[in-house]
């Protein structure tokens, strides 16, 4: 056996350990975290307010309300173009928050989910 080999053990037994309990940790953590994104209620808004948007944490919606004055049948371009807005400014503070409570358990580490 070649001099200063310890096989697996001299890899670090003990801090193996240490790093696999910590992944498990992490893994805990994120998937809490996920639970928690899911759960989420964002409001956007758009055209001053007069529609507004509910979409979640798993980006599905679950409210819209429409004021009356932008619901005009000569222009639905307009109304489709407020309803995008806002549920656009309610999904970017969605991954704003997600990417937040992610960089907090992983310290801002990139992982591939």
Same mark, same amino acid.
């Given at each position: ?33 996920? !639970?928690?994104?899911?759960? @989420?209620?964002?409001?956007? *808004? ?8 509910? %979409? $979640? ?16 049948? !000569?222009?639905?371009?307009? @109304?489709?173009?407020?309803? *995008? ?8 503070? %969605? $991954? ?18």
């Amino acid at each position: 056996m070649a001099k200063g080999y310890r096989g697996m053990g001299g890899f670090g037994g003990g801090n193996m350990n240490n790093l696999m309990a910590q992944a498990q940790k992490m893994q805990r953590q994120l998937e809490v975290a996920k !639970e928690e994104i899911n759960e @989420l209620r964002i409001t956007g *808004t758009s055209g001053g307010d007069k529609v507004k948007v509910v %979409v $979640g944490g798993d980006h599905k919606i679950y409210d819209l309300v429409i004021d009356k004055e932008v619901i005009d049948p !000569e222009d639905p371009e307009m @109304l489709a173009d407020l309803i *995008t807005a806002a549920v656009n400014q309610a999904n970017d503070e %969605v $991954g704003m928050i997600s990417a937040e409570k992610m960089n907090n358990i992983t310290g801002g580490v990139s992982l591939p989910f």
